[in-house]
Antibody
Framework: QVQLQQWGAGLLKPSETLSLTCAVY????????WSWIRQPPGKGLEWIGE???????NYNPSLKSRVTISLDTSKSQFSLKLSSVTAADTAVYYCARANVGYRYYYMDVWGKGTTVTVSS | EIVMTQSPATLSVSPGERATLSCRAS??????LAWYQQKPGQAPRLLIYGASTRATGIPARFSGSGSGTDFTLTISSLQSEDFAVYYC??????????FGQGTKVEIK
């Protein structure tokens, strides 16, 4: 059974860089897209971006200038960096596995979430 | 970017009753739609993809329908564990994947 374990700094100051990592346990790293999604307090879900096993990335255009998603296949880990954070980036950040194919795309395995607060 | 609009924002239902949740896309997404359930303090859980295909382990009381711009998630007989927030998500025009703002199903 695939599990995702995520970690990273939970408290940042404005202008700092958010950095989170997600490790994949119990399953193949290849054949999927590995995604980041966030959820501001009391609000809905926002897709941040994703990376596949070969390193190809897709980003949300609204965040693209500040986001970098990378992977370390040797460790079955992928990471998120979000630069120049502001209070608007305060959210619970989730990593997830996306199954992507012809006419389907669904996120079926999720990490537990990391709460990130941006405050001076 | 495709905007997903869910209605109602909150749905009050008694246990055992049927719940019908709606999701509308700002443009055609064919059947490229998924539904997720989220309980407080938990990550979302995949329910439906391809507009109507139940994910592994999802009870048959959950069903999805629709195509194009209008979609419905139906819970045929609400159980206590079904009270949660439900999100639709399109992937027809991706990236980006976009979510609706959610419908909260609460106990009446």
């Amino acid at each position: 059974q695939v599990q995702l374990q995520q970690w990273g700094a939970g408290l940042l100051k404005p202008s700092e860089t958010l950095s989170l990592t997600c490790a994949v346990y119990g399953g193949s790293f290849s054949g999927y897209y590995w995604s980041w999604i966030r959820q501001p307090p009391g609000k809905g879900l926002e897709w941040i971006g994703e990376i596949n096993h070969s390193g190809s990335t897709n980003y949300n255009p609204s965040l693209k200038s500040r986001v970098t998603i990378s992977l370390d296949t040797s460790k079955s880990q992928f990471s998120l960096k979000l630069s120049s954070v502001t209070a608007a980036d305060t959210a619970v950040y989730y990593c997830a596995r996306a199954n992507v194919g012809y006419r389907y795309y669904y996120m079926d395995v999720w990490g537990k979430g990391t709460t990130v607060t941006v405050s001076s | 970017e495709i905007v997903m609009t869910q209605s109602p924002a909150t749905l009050s239902v008694s246990p055992g009753e049927r719940a019908t949740l709606s999701c509308r896309a700002s443009q055609n997404v064919d059947s490229n739609l998924a539904w997720y359930q989220q309980k407080p303090g938990q990550a979302p859980r995949l329910l439906i993809y391809g507009a109507s295909t139940r994910a592994t382990g999802i009870p048959a009381r959950f069903s999805g329908s629709g195509s194009g711009t209008d979609f419905t998630l139906t819970i045929s007989s609400l159980q206590s564990e079904d009270f949660a927030v439900y999100y639709c998500q399109q992937y027809n025009n991706w990236p980006p994947v976009t979510f609706g703002q959610g419908t909260k199903v609460e106990i009446k």
